[in-house]
């Protein structure tokens, strides 16, 4: 039963110094699925993405408790090498944050410190990203270019490849087009749908209409909790919760 | 009412037109000086060193025994010395100042950091003769002793305290462009499984670079025009460098033999004009090397607005 489960999270608490940021959260994530995550801002939406691949652990005086299991193994578990997490389970952020290097060592980063590609492997594993992100049209002449060059819309696109690059399972996003312009942002949405066919997604999202168009299922975050998760559709049209409800509907304050 | 308004304008206007003239007139003037003040310090270093060549020739001066009371005025020795003793300290300072900086900007504790950091600037404003004094009592016998020479006082020993005056700035500078890049890029670079000393290397200290290089080139820049402490230290021997084995014999530097030997000349004698060339060679060399490290820093900062265009 549970290797058709990528991430069984259950009674998830967790604290920045005394402050509670997430309360009991329990949640199922499943294989080529996309969860998408809605809330109102400061809910804890950020908060529990970043539990998913351990990237909280950089911030100082933190306090996590309940259990995380990753196609059956506990994130948090001692023996767990926080790195060969971070491959399986890759971070798309808010802000396109490509490296100030070449589009090249962008995407090779990750397979040269991870140490799992070498030379033409290395090549074919930088374009075949890139390709994966629909990216490798527009920027095939030239890889040694700059990627502080590239329009933000790339930029995203490049840090998708970028991620792609370390062959990862699970592909976490927040907010992954707030910064972009509708145009990007649809390309970015056509991409998250075609990932889907080999990644499972979880994406953090503020636009309502996004979340209804590529999600599978949708999770909704309420003061560090997470009241409501259901098939998108159920979510979309007939929510249990009063808030929840309100929330998609825009009927929200 | 409209019109006292506009005769406020009309004073105000006019008023204004007039501070803006003179501060422009005012910072034109600093900025001019200061080209002005460079060409005078040159000019007169000129006139005070060419009398030298009227009475020996070039080949003499680049000859390799500094002797002036038998007037023998070879300034290789104390070309070479400066040289080596600048090396042998940007050898020490480089590596140690730039892990300092990373161990502050990257690795310590909030509260270490809060620790270390005013404590690095108020090593970098310890006067030169106390470091001075202290490579005398405490740092040469310790080489003396440890290395087995027959003095302490050499060009190691004062590499080793030009390093000390060194690392501080280089620290400051570095940490400060360290802590200057977006913590995004660090982020991105773990969130992909890079270890935290991969991201140090191959993400925070190539995006501050230029910052990097400022704060070596600042670091050097200060060990090579201190005299004091290399004076007091380094045994002041004008023997001629023969490879990195020389940092262990005493050595002389080019401030040092000037300042020591300055005040004992006549004026005017072959031997003043002597001291002024060894002045205008050090001025050309520090002018080289602050030309090299803006042209440096200018690419660097042109590619920048390149990008952020
Ligand atoms: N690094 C941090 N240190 C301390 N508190 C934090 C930190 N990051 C977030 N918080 C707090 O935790 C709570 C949840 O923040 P989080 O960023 O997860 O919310 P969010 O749902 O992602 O909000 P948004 O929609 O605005 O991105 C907020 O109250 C926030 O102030
Ligand atoms: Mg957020």
């Known amino acids: 039963m549970s290797d058709e489960i990528t991430f069984q999270i259950e009674q998830l608490n967790f604290y920045y110094g005394n402050t509670q940021a997430l309360r009991d959260v329990t949640l199922t994530v499943l294989p080529r699925e996309i969860t998408a995550l809605i809330g109102p801002s400061g809910c804890g939406k950020s908060t529990f993405l970043r539990c998913l691949n351990r990237m909280n652990d950089t911030i100082t005086d933190t306090r996590i408790s309940g259990s995380i299991v990753l196609n059956g193994q506990n994130i948090y578990a001692p023996n767990i090498d926080e790195t060969e997490l971070r491959r399986q389970v890759g971070l798309v952020f808010q802000r396109p944050n490509p490296f100030p290097q070449s589009i090249f060592d962008n995407v090779a980063f990750g397979p040269r410190v991870l140490g799992i590609a070498y030379g033409n492997d290395l090549q074919e594993l930088v374009v075949q990203s890139l390709r994966a992100a629909a990216l490798w049209d527009e920027i095939k002449e030239d890889l040694k270019q700059p990627a502080l060059s590239l329009s933000l819309g790339q930029q995203q696109r490049l840090c998708i490849a970028r991620v792609l690059a370390v062959t990862p399972d699970v592909i976490l996003m927040d907010e992954p087009c707030s910064a972009l312009d509708p145009i990007a942002t649809n390309q970015i949405e056509e991409l998250i749908q075609e990932l889907k066919e080999h990644y ?15 999600s599978d299922k949708t999770g909704f975050f309420w003061l560090g909790e ?9 979510i979309f049209t007939r929510p249990s919760l009063q808030q929840t409800e309100d929330y998609v509907t825009g009927r929200f304050g | 009412m409209t019109k006292l308004v506009n005769r406020k304008m009309t004073f105000n206007t006019k008023y204004r037109q007039l501070l803006e003239f003179v501060v422009e007139a005012i910072i034109r003037i600093s900025g001019y000086s200061a080209v002005v003040f460079v060409g005078l310090i040159f000019l007169f270093l000129m006139q005070e060193s060419l009398p030298t060549f009227g009475e020996i020739q070039a080949r003499d001066l680049w000859s390799q025994r500094w002797y002036p009371i038998e007037n023998y005025f070879g300034v290789l020795p104390l070309l070479s010395g400066s040289l080596i003793i600048t090396l042998g300290a940007a050898l020490i300072a480089i590596p140690f100042g730039l892990m300092t900086a990373i161990f502050i900007a990257e690795i310590a504790p ?8 005013p404590l690095v600037e108020i090593l970098g404003g310890v006067p030169s003769v106390v470091l001075g004094f202290l490579g005398i009592t405490v740092l040469a016998p310790l080489v003396r002793e440890e290395l087995y020479l027959p003095t302490g006082l050499t060009a190691f020993t004062g590499a080793v305290l030009l390093a000390g005056m060194a690392i501080p700035t280089i ?13 995004a890029y660090r982020d991105a670079a773990l969130a992909l499984g890079a270890t935290r000393w991969q991201t140090i290397w191959r993400v925070t200290l190539p995006a501050a670079r230029s910052g990097v290089l400022t704060a070596t080139m600042l670091g050097i820049g200060r060990a090579i025009g201190e005299t004091m402490t290399v004076m007091m230290v380094t045994g002041n021997a004008p023997q001629m460098v023969s490879g990195l084995g020389s940092l262990f014999i005493s050595l002389r530097t080019m401030t040092a033999t000037i300042a020591a030997e300055m005040g004992e000349v ?3 004698s072959l031997h003043y004009h002597v001291l002024f060339s060894i002045g ?9 090397v602050n030309i090299a490290a803006s042209a440096v820093l200018f690419r660097a900062r042109k590619r920048t607005e390149r990008l952020l265009s």
Not at chain 1, 200 to 212: F, G, S
């Open chain 2, 266 to 268: 006549a004026n005017g």
């Open chain 2, 280 to 288: 205008l060679i050090l001025f050309l060399i520090s002018l080289t």
């Open chain 1, 200 to 214: 499972t997604i979880v994406i953090v999202t503020h636009n309502m209409q996004q979340a209804a168009r590529v």
């Open chain 2, 110 to 117: 909030l509260w270490l950091r809060e620790i270390l950091k």
């Open chain 2, 171 to 183: 620290v400051s500078v570095a940490e400060d462009a360290l802590d200057a890049v977006p913590k």
């Open chain 1, 226 to 234: 997470l009241i409501e998760f259901d098939e998108t559709t159920t």
